[in-house]
């Protein structure tokens, strides 16, 4: 499995990233987790042609995580795609996606490709060609779905907006790669955690207790996301989240595609190779 950040921004978009947003690919199968920026661009920069994405996951219902949605669809519709789209979220996440692709009208474009609405809640295990992803609920202030994304037994976990959990679930043991939202430092958690965000400690202490469910594999690699926009903030926080987790560390560079097998082989792969 290989996955891509297509941004790694928070609220407010950096200059070099646009806001948090994921694409993994696997055996042909390609999923998009999270809509915003300009995505098919951000496919096509990561080799995946828009045409053939697979599917869209939306995990929540905030505007930087789901406003890139209609362009998406109209481009994959001038791209030529025929394929109907399926696109998964929960009840209340895929009544606004809806409405959005309503407000311009893309049913209505001559020839465009079907859409299918798939519902889904924390707890569901998804097919989806050679993925199985499951979903859980995060902590967020609106109804939020984590994922645990897996590809022939290779593993990823994305906590989404989330302020800190109280466990995983039994999906994500041997998770190789742990992708979490981290929004600034110690001093700034009481304030972020009540707005549903977590702190670099906390993301670390999330990957601990992801390694302490399985302590004879190595332990996960814990990629930060959702980032602020403040260079020097985002290094204090690495450093801040190394110091209190035995793996690795990593802030993510966007639109590089990562291999998980990298990471199961080698846990100090992202050390040597991160472009800072």
Same mark, same amino acid.
């Given at each position: 499995?290989?996955?891509? !950040?297509?941004?790694?921004?928070?609220?407010?978009?950096?200059?070099?990233?646009?806001?948090?947003?994921?694409? !993994?690919?696997?055996?042909?199968?390609?999923?998009?987790?999270?809509?915003?920026?300009?995505?098919?661009?951000?496919?096509?920069?990561?080799?995946?042609?828009?045409?053939?994405?697979?599917?869209?996951?939306?995990?929540?219902?905030?505007?930087?995580?789901?406003?890139?949605?209609?362009?998406?669809?109209?481009?994959?519709?001038?791209?030529?795609?025929?394929?109907?789209?399926?696109?998964?979220?929960?009840?209340?996440?895929?009544?606004?996606?809806?409405?959005?692709?309503?407000?311009?009208?893309?049913?209505?474009?001559?020839?465009?490709?079907? !859409?299918?609405?798939?519902?889904?809640?924390?707890?569901?295990?998804?097919?989806?060609?050679?993925?199985?992803?499951?979903?859980?609920?995060?902590?967020?202030?609106?109804?939020?779905?984590?994922?645990?994304?897996?590809?022939?037994? @290779?593993?990823?976990?994305?906590?989404?907006?989330?302020?800190?959990?109280?466990?995983?679930?039994?999906?994500?043991?041997?998770?190789?790669?742990?992708?979490?939202?981290?929004?600034?430092?110690?001093?700034?958690?009481?304030?972020?955690?009540?707005?549903?965000?977590?702190?670099?400690?906390?993301?670390?202490?999330?990957?601990?207790?992801?390694?302490?469910?399985?302590?004879?594999?190595?332990?996960?690699?814990?990629?930060?996301?959702?980032?602020?926009?403040?260079?020097?903030?985002?290094?204090?926080?690495?450093?801040?989240?190394?110091?209190?987790?035995?793996?690795?560390?990593?802030?993510?560079?966007?639109?590089?595609?990562?291999?998980?097998? @990298?990471?199961?082989?080698?846990?100090?792969?992202?050390?040597?190779?991160?472009?800072?």
């Amino acid at each position: 499995m290989k996955f891509a !950040f297509a941004g790694t921004s928070g609220g407010i978009q950096a200059m070099s990233s646009g806001n948090t947003s994921l694409v !993994f690919a696997d055996s042909g199968t390609s999923i998009l987790v999270d809509v915003s920026g300009s995505p098919a661009s951000a496919l096509a920069s990561c080799g995946i042609n828009p045409v053939s994405l697979g599917a869209v996951i939306l995990t929540h219902a905030h505007v930087d995580h789901i406003y890139g949605l209609p362009s998406l669809i109209h481009n994959m519709w001038l791209m030529g795609r025929t394929e109907a789209l399926t696109i998964i979220g929960s009840e209340t996440t895929l009544d606004v996606a809806h409405r959005l692709c309503a407000l311009f009208s893309l049913g209505s474009k001559p020839g465009i490709f079907a !859409f299918e609405w798939r519902k889904t809640e924390p707890g569901t295990t998804l097919d989806l060609g050679t993925f199985a992803v499951t979903t859980f609920a995060a902590r967020h202030g609106l109804p939020t779905m984590g994922l645990v994304i897996d590809a022939g037994g @290779d593993r990823i976990v994305y906590s989404a907006d989330s302020a800190p959990l109280d466990a995983w679930p039994p999906a994500a043991e041997r998770a190789c790669v742990l992708v979490h939202e981290a929004a600034g430092v110690k001093d700034d958690e009481v304030l972020l955690n009540a707005s549903g965000h977590s702190t670099a400690r906390q993301a670390a202490m999330a990957a601990a207790a992801l390694a302490d469910m399985a302590p004879d594999a190595p332990a996960p690699c814990l990629m930060l996301c959702h980032l602020p926009l403040d260079r020097l903030v985002i290094e204090k926080m690495r450093v801040e989240a190394q110091s209190c987790y035995r793996g690795t560390v990593l802030i993510p560079e966007p639109l590089r595609l990562y291999d998980v097998v @990298d990471f199961s082989s080698d846990p100090y792969f992202s050390i040597r190779n991160d472009p800072r």
